[in-house]
């Protein structure tokens, strides 16, 4: 199978428009991960300005999109491009999917910010909270260094951690419940705790799917269905 | 703009390819819808039986992913389409994520229902549930047709109905949240059916993802981060 490579290209314009996408992919996931951090942010000091300038935000993340699209259709009937370039191509359409759903739960997260602004103060779970926000954007950050590297091993390791996600997302899932039972009258403020806990979590399966990605640009392989497991052998057997 | 048509190919094995594969997407299509039937029904029931089926033919729908996105892949690297035909296969590989989504979504209300079945029966708000699940299974079926047929009015309805269903979620919510407060005891069951009142949102909103491809491919219009109302002027202006 050929290896991918960017300097493979007769046309050195059509490298330029490549290179040009996959910095604003870049740069779209840079948004994305300040988003996650600011929306974060947001919840704790439960700041609402800073959750409305997240709002404010997405929508420049939402044309991001729009552009990389539009950008990458265009890539695809002028230059025609086969094999690997055509796995970077149809790997940025995918991924763009992804950044923009990561964008849309960090804009929930500042919606509850905004909306536990104007409530009674809550400090149970806060801090695994936050510990949980940081596991989650390291991971958006890692899955985009293993696309601007396009490094599989990277790639993987966001995989193993997504795992780790999930089990915090569930032992927090716990006390949230465990918390509301014990003080029903903090139902509804846990329950936006609960709804930021969960936009987290999603963030971390959207990452996941990024790192996919980049395995399938670099092997040409398709793990998203795979156990990690299985994913490792398939990767080994190249 | 070019005027998409299945039938301006020279090349007759190439149309059979696009058939083929939007063939391919709407049996993806019909096995997901069925799946929300089922998981619901699993629910409704609390068939952990069903609910197990639910779960084994949620890897149909990963490999009917990975199949079509193959499919598309050689038909860019091959064909080289342009045009509309670039915009069919584009619409395509936008679908099947969010088709693929909708399955996950089908899937934790499989999960649910086996949890739930396991418990105490609640039978609180369990017909609001199933009046949602029938809301999001028709969106998704409308989506569909409107992706069968290329009809911009029908996915623009598709669009009009994800309101109705943002609202019946808000209003379920409510009701469970208040439910929890009245008895407390009810918080861990109530707090599945909650689960599952998200994923039907979800349903519904992946739904209407399909039919803004539907709008991109006829009209070569992006209108995902429009309003309705932007989006329908958007359209009347051709």
Known sequence: MDKPTFRQHISSQFNAELEDVRQRVMAMGGLVEQQIIDATSALMSLDAELAEQVSRNDAKINQMEVTIDEECSRILARRQPTASDLRLVYAIIKTITDLERIGDEAGKIGRMAKDLASQERIQENMREVQHLSRQVSQMVRDALDAFARMDVMAALNVARQDREVDREYEALLRQCITF?????????????????????????????????????????????????EAAEQEIQQR
Chains 1, 2 share one sequence.
């Open 180 to 228: 509301m039972m014990e003080d029903p009258r903090t139902i509804r403020r846990v329950m936006d705790i609960i709804w930021c806990v969960r936009a987290l979590e999603r963030i971390g399966d959207h990452a996941k799917n990024i790192a996919e990605y980049v395995v399938y640009f670099v092997e040409g392989k398709d793990i998203r269905h795979l156990t990690l």
